[in-house]
């Protein structure tokens, strides 16, 4: 069901990635800034796709919004300290996955307060730690394993090459059988040779 | 999490709720996360003036990144064998073998290195640093007595306190890598010697402070602007070299000011010095010439500004004597008196001429202006007594005089003041004293005469009323009274219809009337 949102009562079809629908009242959804400014004056014809996130995403994203629609006006982020039990909980309950998808999510459907809320709870995990410790927390390779990166890269590198190399041989030696042209033979090797080289590569 | 995957809004809203210190440790993880908070906290630097980097004793560091709302210190120390607690990690872009780390038990913001390495780590951290916050924003070096600092590139403002023995190539050395510096100050333990081509002498703004020993050669090899010496002896043949070769326009071309004070070392002769200077004067007799500029300092907080940061505080001189440079006619203002010689160009500087009249200097003014303002005479007046008939004054005025009074900035010497502004104004006394800690007599039913006798001078008709005396009586009665600030002088004050009248209880004649009898 779809329609020009006047009142709370008012429930919109939201679809996730899977192509599943689900139902959120038109009071949840005006705490996204990304649907007021897309659908809120207009409406909308069918579901609304927010296909680049999953249900379980979608429906956690809401599950805050219906919950905090009877909350004062949002007036910058609480600390943590002062979060109720069930905003706790909320946060507590998700994992680490879960909880990268609904920030996303929430940046996406521009919903201040739970954007803002995530972020400072990723700030908390942030503070007070040396930078091994913040390495961990934010996922950064190490030194070390950069170093191993960069050992894999250049061997794949040196493999690359001596794959084009012995490719070259092989594309000289066919072309002059079929008895090309000296000029057209070179410039042909020559792009196989480019093409391959950039394929491998990118792998 | 992976933080460097977050769309840009979310990391800088992540980095928005981390203060400078995690944000700092952060930027240490990797470039690309050095990079991004620069990138997304460039709003939050730039409010940021300046950063310092404090040498003191036993080789600590304290590094301080200032704005006028940003306070961000942190210290490194030397490491010792009490202190073997350390957390190996690359910090300021430094790699892990740097001697420098994170000192994790102490409280605060901290860092140990081995002090070997001072050199090396000092730079880097200034590096990492220069590159994060940019080249906008001003560095500088102080230090205490105990040791010189190391040299620094990109350093625009130093301050050194020169420990005991220190030659002139160790003072030279450390501005080897940032010479052209905006502000130099030479303290403590100076002999006055430096190196021939020496840095410091091509800082742009210079002050050094010498203890007694001779500047001759500071003054006279000089590169920069500005040049402020405080308690040096100078020869009297410097002063005159000085003068000569900057007339003659062989030399300080770039001077626009010059400031010595030598405090109790050596006093100076003006007509001596100037003699053979062909001194000009201001055309008027009462005119002189207030020449002000600003002098570089290092960053301080100026708590009469709300605690805003300053990096120049006001100078100035007051002269009637000038000097017009030859080929070039371009006039310096010059100032000799008792310790101080004080130079500086017109052009480069600000100048205000000031109109001594003498009739501000009369010991009594009376003034007749038929409704003109009288503000300005009122402000300026610098003696005992003064009237003013059918003058207008504006209220804001009235409140400043009384006011400056009240805080002892102004008027010390007046004894009585009397306006009466006739038809041309009239005055409330609730509203011009609202803002003054005005003083009542305890009791309701007394009131205070005040008299005094204000001197005539000419043949007029109050001398025919009083021609028994070169003065007449004047007075006021009031129950108020303002005390002034600092020495508890009181005065009786007086507000009403178009009369306003100021008289001390101390230098007048006082009597208290009691209403009731």
């Known amino acids: ?203 | 999490m992976q933080l460097l995957k977050f769309p840009s809004i979310v990391q800088q809203k992540i980095f928005g709720f981390l203060q400078f210190h995690p944000l700092l440790i952060l930027s240490f993880c990797s470039k690309r996360t050095k990079n991004l908070i620069r990138c997304l906290e460039r709003y939050r630097w730039i409010d940021i003036k300046y950063i310092r980097y404090l040498f003191t004793n036993e080789d600590n560091v304290y590094i301080t990144v200032r704005g006028d709302n940003i306070w961000w210190p942190f210290y490194i120390s030397p490491v010792t064998l009490e202190q073997p607690v350390m957390i190996v990690m690359e910090v300021f872009g430094m790699r892990k073998e740097t001697p420098i780390c994170l000192h994790s038990k102490r409280s605060g913001f901290s860092f140990i290195y081995d002090k070997e390495q001072k050199q090396l780590v000092v730079q880097g951290i200034h590096d990492f640093l220069f590159e994060f916050f940019g080249s906008s924003i001003d560095y500088e070096v102080e230090s205490t007595e105990h040791e010189l600092p190391p040299s620094l590139k990109n350093i625009n403002r130093t301050c050194i306190k020169v420990p005991v023995n220190t030659t002139a190539e160790e003072l030279e050395a450390c501005f080897t890598a940032s010479p052209n510096q905006e502000y130099v100050e030479i303290d403590g333990y100076f002999d006055g010697n430096l190196c021939p081509n020496s840095a410091i002498l091509g800082a742009q703004h210079l002050r050094v402070h010498f203890k007694g020993n001779h500047g001759d050669e500071i003054l006279l090899r000089f590169r920069g602007t500005r040049l402020q010496l405080h308690a040096t002896k100078f020869h009297d043949s410097t002063i005159s070299q000085f003068l000569k070769e900057w007339k003659s326009n062989q030399g300080f071309q770039n001077l626009k000011s010059l400031v010595i004070n030598s405090f109790n070392y050596k006093k100076y002769d003006a007509a001596d010095l100037l003699k053979d200077m062909d001194v000009q004067q201001l055309d008027r007799p009462q005119d002189t010439l207030h020449v002000t500029w600003q002098m570089r300092v290092l960053y301080y907080d100026n708590h009469l500004k709300g605690s805003t940061l300053q990096k120049s505080i006001r100078s100035g001189l007051t002269s009637r004597d000038y000097l017009i440079r030859d080929r070039n006619g371009v006039e310096a203002s010059v100032l000799i008196e008792d310790y101080d010689v004080c130079f500086a160009l017109w052009n480069e500087n600000s100048c205000e001429t000031d109109t001594n009249s003498v009739i501000y200097g009369a010991k009594h003014l009376r003034v007749f202006f038929k409704g003109n303002h009288g503000d300005e005479i009122l402000l300026r007046f610098k003696c005992t007594r003064l009237q003013f008939h059918s003058a207008n004054f504006h209220d804001s005025i009235i409140c400043q005089f009384l006011k400056e009074w009240k805080s002892n900035r102004g008027f010390q010497n007046l004894k009585s003041l009397s306006i009466n502004s006739s038809e041309w104004k009239t005055y409330n006394g609730a509203e011009l004293l609202k803002d003054i800690d005005v003083r009542q007599l305890d009791h309701p039913d007394y009131i205070l005469h005040i008299n005094w006798r204000m001197s005539i001078s000419f043949p007029s008709l109050l001398m025919f009323l009083f021609s028994s005396s070169n003065s007449f009586p004047s007075g006021l009665m009031s129950r108020n009274y303002l005390i002034r600030d600092g020495d508890g002088e009181k005065a009786s004050v007086s507000i009403e219809n178009r009369n306003v009248h100021f008289a001390l209880w101390n230098g007048n004649s006082c009597e208290m009337e009691n209403l009731n009898s």
């Open chain 1, 1 to 203: 069901m779809t329609s020009p949102a006047s009142s709370s009562e008012v429930k919109y079809l939201i679809e996730s990635s899977e192509g599943n629908t689900f139902d959120v009242s038109g009071a949840a959804l005006r705490q996204s800034n990304t649907f007021n400014a897309m659908f809120l004056n207009i409406g909308a014809d069918g579901p609304i796709p927010f296909t680049d996130y999953n249900e379980a995403t979608l429906k956690k994203v809401f599950e805050y919004c219906e919950h905090s629609v009877n909350e004062e006006n949002y007036s910058g982020p609480k600390h943590q300290d002062d979060l109720s039990k069930w905003d706790l909980n909320f946060f507590n309950e998700m994992d680490q996955k879960m909880f990268i998808d609904v920030i996303n999510a929430s940046n996406f459907l521009d919903i201040e307060r739970l954007t803002s809320y995530c972020c400072e709870r990723i700030a908390r995990m942030l503070r007070g730690k040396n930078t091994q410790e913040m390495i961990k927390v934010i996922t950064l390779p190490t030194a070390e394993e950069l170093e191993a990166k960069q050992k894999v890269e250049e061997k794949k590198a040196a493999a690359a090459k001596k794959v084009a190399e012995k490719a070259a041989e092989t594309a000289e030696k066919t072309e002059t059988l079929e008895e090309l042209p000296v000029q057209q033979l070179v410039q042909t090797t020559r792009n196989k040779l480019t093409r391959k080289y950039l394929s491998f590569s990118n792998e």
